[in-house]
């Protein structure tokens, strides 16, 4: 049986949305600021994200990009960078009126930018990558919020076994706190 990572997560999407998880959903656009750490970091960088969650009582769904430049730390050819776009199912549960703890976990895009001084060896690749983190999301009143989580990420490659997932070498953490806005 041949699994294809992009095949499992619209699937998975697909049957969240229909299962009417969603249909008393809030939505939740926010805007985070937070540092990447550990794994394939030389030192913390800064990171910048948005995205928009749609939760419901138990289950939801979000997607968020990020971007960190100079991820690779400082090169005399430029800025380098890692952007994701990722796509995760929620779990959340209400911690009181005012809060909400939730645990998320999905796929996307990973895209790395690597200048070289010379465009020798330039690299500018896009892989399939996983993540999956834990947070809190606490209200301020009826439309805005705060949030904070923790997320790991790592890249996916392509398997000689078709009935397998190999994870890549490539993998960090990010930190992030955020402000929330409810629609």
């Known amino acids: 049986m041949r699994i294809h990572p992009a095949r499992v997560l619209a699937t998975a999407l697909t049957l969240t949305l229909a299962g009417g998880a969603l249909a008393a959903a809030d939505t939740i656009a926010?805007?985070?600021i937070g540092g990447v750490f550990s794994g394939d970091v030389d030192k913390s960088h800064t990171s910048y994200g948005a995205g928009v969650a749609f939760l419901g009582n138990?289950?939801?769904?979000?997607?968020e990009a990020t971007y960190t430049p100079h991820f690779f730390g400082d090169t005399p050819a430029g800025s380098n960078n890692v952007t994701t776009l990722m796509g995760n199912l929620v779990l959340?549960?209400?911690l009181g009126d005012t809060a909400r703890i939730y645990a998320s976990g999905?796929?996307?895009l990973m895209k790395f930018r690597v200048p070289d001084f010379n465009q020798f060896f330039d690299v500018d690749q896009n892989d399939f990558g996983v993540d999956a983190g834990a947070?809190?999301?606490?209200?301020?009143g009826q439309n805005l919020g705060a949030r904070a989580d923790v997320r790991y990420y790592r890249d996916v490659q392509?398997?000689?076994?078709?009935?397998?997932?190999?994870?890549?070498s490539f993998h960090y953490?990010?930190?992030?706190?955020?402000?929330t806005f409810r629609f």
């Open 30 to 32: 926010n805007a985070n």
């Open 58 to 63: 138990t289950f939801g769904f979000e997607a």
């Open 92 to 94: 959340s549960a209400p």
């Open 106 to 108: 999905g796929g996307g």
């Open 135 to 140: 947070g809190v999301l606490l209200r301020f």
């Open 158 to 168: 392509t398997s000689s076994n078709p009935d397998r997932v190999d994870f890549g």
């Open 173 to 179: 953490w990010r930190g992030a706190v955020g402000v």
